[in-house]
C-alpha cells in the first residue's frame, strides 16, 4: 500500500505541473498572435497615404496652372470677335470712344497726300486694324488687296503690323489716290512716334510724296493731249 500511495502522489505532481505550465503559457501567447496584424494594417494605412500625398499636389498643380491662361485667351478671342462684329452706327461709335475728342486732339498724327486726296492719320496702340472713315477698310475699300496693303507698308517695314490701329479720315480722288495718301500718312506718323523710324522709311521711298496729278484739259483738244482728227480738205 506504501508504494501504490507514493506512485500516487507522483503521478499528481506531475500533473499538477503540466496544468500549471500551460495556464501561464497561455496568456502570453495570445496577445502575441494579436499584436501581428495590428502593426502590418498600420504599416499599409501608411504606405497608402504617403502615395495619397505624394499624387494630389501632381494632380492639382496643372489645373490651377492652365485656367487663367485659357480664361485669358477666350477673353482675347471674344473681344476680337466682337469688334469685327461692329458695323454700321456700332462702328462709328466705337471709333469716337478710342479718339477722344476727335481727330485734331490725338498726340499721333500726320497727313498724307495723293493726287487729290487728302488723309489724315491717327495711330494708336493695337492690334493692327484700320478704320476708314468710320468704317472698315476692308469695307471701304471694297476689299480689294492691293489698296489694304498699301495702307500697312510702312508698318510692315518695321515689323509694327499688329502694335498699331490706324484710324483715318480721307476725302478726294479715288479709292487708289486715297489708299497711297494713307500710306504717306502712315509712314510720317511712325516718324514722330521715334526718329530712329525715318532711315528705313526714307529708304523704301515711304515718305516721298508723289507729285503726279492728272493733266488738265486743253481748250481745242479733246483731252489733255488728244488732238481730233486731222483733215487737210
Known sequence: MALTLSSLTTAFSHLSLQSTSTSTSKPHSLPLVARLPSSSSRRADLLALSASAADAPEAAEPVEAEAPAEDEEELDEVV?????ELSGV???????????????????????RRKTAIARVVLQEGTGRVFINFRDAKEYLQGNPMWMEYCKVPLVTLGFENSYDIFVKVHGGGLSGQAQAICLGVARALVKISTTNKVPLRSEGLLTRDTRIVERKKAGLKKARKRPQFSKR
Do not use: H, N, S
Open 90 to 112: 456700332a462702328l462709328r461709335k466705337y471709333v469716337k470712344q478710342r479718339l477722344p475728342g476727335g481727330f485734331a486732339a490725338q498726340r499721333i498724327t500726320a497727313t498724307g
Open 80 to 84: 476680337v470677335a466682337v469688334e469685327d
